[in-house]
């Protein structure tokens, strides 16, 4: 796979789990990386990570439902980089309720961190890739956006906006170099999936026709070939990485 140094690469909720495992990928790769997250100490121990590796990282603090936070983050990583060429809105919560008892607070949160807050990032950052005339645009969406998931109206619905934008995204940028995908997760051990009691592991995993659930680092190869020279031909696609629990 070709490399990609001397691209800069933005990966938001880098602090953990499945963002952390992409950082760590890109890097590996060549790129230098902007770690964004709430969580600074988590960020600057990665950094020294991929430096004491021979990479280049740099943390910025990002709250990614705040709109001031997002304005200053971009601000700040265009004043050090001078551009991202790979932009990965991986950050996103969740706030699991039945319909009936979900508050108006849990369904706007959850829409304005995992929808809004990406939106307006990739519009701070976007003008730089159009000026480049390249650029790589993935949105780590979810499996559960395009199947549903009783108990998760707001995050399903968050992480469905998030596969619409993509293809609006690469409709409107193709003719700037510019490709947007999606990555859709099935069950990944992370730290959110930690909470499941054994039963619904058990469920989960009867679901998965490999058997097993995935790693954060599954999904870090499927970003890491999205973000290469080798997919630049995809976009406007949504690459399931599921273990075959959901085929289009």
Same mark, same amino acid.
């Given at each position: 796979?070709?490399?990609?140094?001397?691209?800069?690469?933005?990966?938001?909720?880098?602090?953990?789990?499945?963002?952390?495992?992409?950082?760590?990928?890109?890097?590996?790769?060549?790129?230098?990386?902007?770690?964004? $997250?709430?969580?600074?100490?988590?960020?600057?121990?990665?950094? *020294?990570?991929?430096?004491?590796?021979?990479?280049?990282?740099?943390?910025?603090?990002?709250?990614?439902?705040?709109?001031? =936070?997002?304005?200053?983050?971009? #601000?700040?990583?265009? $004043?050090?980089?001078?551009?991202?060429?790979?932009? &990965?809105?991986?950050?996103?919560?969740?706030?699991?309720?039945? @319909?009936?008892?979900?508050?108006? $607070?849990?369904?706007?949160? +959850?829409?304005?961190?995992?929808?809004?807050?990406?939106?307006?990032?990739?519009? /701070?950052?976007?003008?730089?890739?159009? #000026?480049?005339?390249?650029?790589?645009?993935?949105?780590?969406?979810?499996? +559960?956006?395009?199947?549903?998931?009783?108990?998760?109206?707001?995050?399903?619905? =968050?992480?469905?906006? @998030?596969?619409?934008?993509?293809?609006?995204?690469?409709?409107?940028?193709? =003719?700037?170099?510019?490709?947007?995908?999606?990555?859709?997760?099935?069950?990944?051990?992370?730290?959110?999936? $930690? &909470?499941?009691?054994?039963? *619904?592991?058990? /469920?989960?995993?009867?679901?998965?026709?490999?058997?097993?659930?995935?790693?954060?680092?599954?999904?870090?190869?499927?970003?890491?070939?999205?973000?290469?020279?080798? /997919?630049?031909?995809?976009?406007?696609?949504? @690459?399931? &990485?599921?273990?075959?629990?959901?085929?289009?």
């Amino acid at each position: 796979m070709s490399s990609l140094t001397g691209k800069t690469a933005l990966v938001t909720g880098a602090s953990q789990g499945i963002g952390r495992a992409i950082a760590l990928e890109l890097a590996r790769a060549g790129a230098n990386v902007a770690l964004a $997250a709430r969580n600074e100490a988590a960020l600057a121990e990665l950094a *020294q990570e991929i430096t004491a590796a021979g990479g280049t990282a740099q943390p910025f603090a990002l709250d990614i439902s705040s709109e001031d =936070s997002i304005k200053e983050c971009a #601000k700040a990583i265009l $004043a050090h980089f001078g551009t991202v060429h790979i932009l &990965v809105n991986n950050a996103g919560i969740t706030k699991d309720t039945l @319909l009936l008892r979900m508050k108006r $607070a849990d369904w706007d949160s +959850v829409l304005n961190t995992n929808l809004t807050g990406t939106f307006l990032l990739t519009q /701070a950052l976007v003008s730089s890739m159009m #000026k480049a005339r390249w650029g790589r645009i993935i949105h780590i969406s979810s499996v +559960v956006g395009e199947i549903g998931q009783a108990g998760q109206a707001n995050y399903a619905a =968050s992480k469905a906006g @998030l596969i619409g934008f993509t293809k609006s995204l690469a409709r409107e940028l193709a =003719s700037r170099g510019i490709t947007a995908n999606a990555v859709a997760p099935g069950y990944i051990e992370t730290a959110m999936t $930690a &909470v499941l009691d054994e039963k *619904q592991r058990e /469920a989960m995993t009867t679901n998965i026709p490999l058997g097993r659930p995935g790693s954060a680092q599954d999904i870090a190869y499927a970003v890491r070939f999205l973000a290469s020279d080798e /997919a630049a031909y995809i976009t406007g696609h949504t @690459l399931d &990485v599921n273990g075959g629990m959901h085929m289009n």
